[in-house]
């Protein structure tokens, strides 16, 4: 019993009873930064696994409805970062830079072509 409920005088449940989802908090050597992704991804799965089970277990009242559900929307969130997909709508397509066309401008005049050089005429012998 708690000290609050023997106080009330009431039987509570143990605190195991009541809260039967205790994770004990990582230290820094169970998390290191050259952990793999791979690992970070499959740890994120068992959560999510664990989180699943916990939802759809009979007792859960509202209100630990409410905390599973942000925790999955954290894990997804984690899940996204581990992947290396970005935000939607934060990346935007470059513009593309068309190659300029040349246009046709109509015939040509004949005193605007170029008349291609005179072949040179061989030396006088």
Avoid: I
């Amino acid at each position: 019993m708690t000290p609050a409920c023997r106080q009330a005088g009431t039987n509570c449940p143990p605190a195991s009873a009541r809260f039967p989802l205790t994770v004990a908090p990582l230290s820094r050597t169970d998390y290191t930064a050259d952990m793999r992704k791979t690992k970070a991804l499959s740890q994120c799965y068992a959560l999510q696994d664990l989180l699943f089970g916990a939802a759809h277990d009979p007792g859960c009242s509202k209100p630990d409805l409410a905390k599973l559900s942000l925790a999955w929307e954290r894990l997804e969130e984690r899940k996204r970062v581990l992947r290396g997909r970005p935000l939607p709508g934060s990346l935007r397509p470059k513009t593309v830079v068309k190659p300029q066309q040349r246009r046709w401008r109509g015939p040509v005049a004949p005193e605007q072509v170029d008349s291609p050089p005179a072949p040179a005429q061989a030396p006088a012998t």
